[in-house]
T-cell receptor
């Protein structure tokens, strides 16, 4: 399996621009997670989906952030408009059906976002 | 609410020496506990996990961790570190009924000296 795929790996943009991060989960996994990692706040869960439906978006920092999962193999995290404080590494992770509640999350390589 | 504390921000050990990284959790019921490793510029990779049963858990790359309920701890150990073990290590906890929401510690950065 190719693992969780994220694109782009690096993104540099200017303040006010729209940014779209993409994620392809592991085939067959039905949970998808978006995390943000910064030096100040560590690793934070932003939102997660189950069967393409958003379950908990309480970690999304502001209305400027939105996430979608139009199908089982694709998700996007969008920031509009972007601000310098959004600079971080954004990780996507996926997990299979927890039949025994023992499945774990598999992380993608991350997208390093820099907003100038 | 669940929480994780990793008291050591940075640890330096010599290659070949033993290693112990500390993790303390706070959760009312039986927790799911995880250790992840993040190499520079990479995503997180699962080292090991604990859900129930034997309190000493074996993981990949020669790592092990011991769950101690009385101390609310889940410390990671390795008897002899290799230069390739230099990385950031994260402890995480999740609730029993499904582990959708992982709460991560702040991480411990491990430096290996020759």
């Amino acid at each position: 399996d190719a693992g969780v795929i994220q694109s782009p790996r690096h993104e540099v943009t200017e303040m006010g621009q729209e940014v779209t991060l993409r994620c392809k989960p592991i085939s067959g996994h039905d949970y998808l997670f978006w995390y943000r990692q910064t030096m100040m706040r560590g690793l934070e869960l932003l939102i997660y989906f189950n069967n393409n439906v958003p379950i908990d978006d309480s970690g999304m920092p502001e209305d400027r952030f939105s996430a979608k999962m139009p199908n089982a193999s694709f998700s996007t995290l969008k920031i509009q408009p972007s601000e310098p404080r959004d600079s971080a590494v954004y990780f996507c992770a996926s997990r299979g059906l927890a039949k025994t509640s023992t499945d774990t999350q598999y992380f993608g390589p991350g997208t390093r976002l820099t907003v100038l | 609410a669940q929480s994780v504390t990793q008291p050591d921000i940075h640890i330096t050990v010599s290659e070949g020496a033993s290693l112990e990284l500390r993790c303390n959790y706070s959760y009312g019921a039986t927790p799911y506990l995880f250790w992840y490793v993040q190499s520079p510029g990479q995503g997180l990779q699962l080292l090991l996990k604990y859900f129930s049963g034997d309190t000493l858990v074996q993981g990949i790359k020669g790592f092990e961790a011991e769950f101690k309920r009385s101390q609310s701890s889940f410390n990671l150990r390795k008897p002899s570190v290799h230069w390739s073990d230099a990385a950031e290590y994260f402890c995480a906890v999740a609730s029993w009924r499904g582990n959708e929401k992982l709460t991560f510690g702040t991480g411990t950065r491990l430096t290996i000296i020759p």
